[in-house]
């Protein structure tokens, strides 16, 4: 079955840049039913959507990180990735990646990843 | 302060049903957006557990039921099970500003 898997820094420097990368396996990213998304959970809170991107490179955030967000997708190496600039401690969250399946707005996240932990400190 | 209102905190014995409820507005479960319901062990990845309002996924035991009306969804678990400590996540989308997927701020179920 489809599986997902967070990489990247556990702890990054206030004012720097956060760059995660989730690598698929068991199917392809390729595929024009799901959306390739971006969450995180802050300690002790629900989690929060952070994103997403399509097979084609399309991408749509939430409205309040899309002027520090980025995310590109390499469909020949099953993989996506984000990357938030100009992080805060308030940033300091586990991140999870997760595929995105169903119409439209009543989307539902249906598998994700074990998550990464990344912590903003200097 | 989250977009989706849970109660923080639910519990009961083994056998009984308990109920979890998702309070939302008329910008997001009550404008007829979909509520689907996670499950999160501690120190794992949330879990679909009910997706489309009631519709559970293979593998998800028929304990676990989903309902919606108006401006709020309900989350059932009947015959509790020790198992089904853990913490219960209500989402939705919210069409506000340019609209983005929003969950609630969870509500932790303990087996007595």
């Known amino acids: ?122 | 302060q989250s977009v989706l209102t849970q109660p923080p905190s639910v519990s009961g014995a083994p056998g009984q049903r308990v109920t979890i409820s998702c309070t939302g507005t008329s910008s997001n479960i009550g404008a007829g957006y979909d509520v689907h319901w996670y499950q999160q062990l501690p120190g794992t990845a949330p879990k679909l557990l009910i997706y489309g309002n009631y519709n559970r996924p293979s593998g998800v035991p028929g304990r676990f039921s989903g309902s919606k009306s108006g401006t709020s969804a309900s989350l059932a678990i009947s015959g509790l099970q020790a198992e089904d400590e853990a913490d219960y996540y209500c989402q939705s989308y919210d069409n506000t500003l340019s609209g983005s997927w929003v969950f609630g701020g969870g509500t932790k179920l303990t087996v007595l």
């Open chain 1, 1 to 122: 079955q489809v599986q997902l898997q967070e990489s990247g820094p556990g702890l990054v420097k206030p004012s720097e840049t956060l760059s995660l990368t989730c690598s698929v396996s068991g199917g392809s990213i390729y595929n024009g039913d799901f959306y390739w998304s971006w969450l995180r959970q802050p300690p002790g809170k629900g989690p929060e959507w952070i994103g997403y991107i399509y097979y084609t490179g399309g991408t749509y955030f939430n409205p309040s990180l899309k002027s520090r967000l980025t995310m590109s997708i390499d469909t020949s190496k099953n993989q996506f990735s984000l990357t938030l600039k100009s992080v805060t401690a308030a940033d300091t969250a586990v991140y999870f990646c997760s595929r995105g399946d169903g119409a439209l707005q009543d989307r539902a996240f249906d598998i994700w990843g074990q998550g990464k932990m990344v912590t903003v400190s200097s």
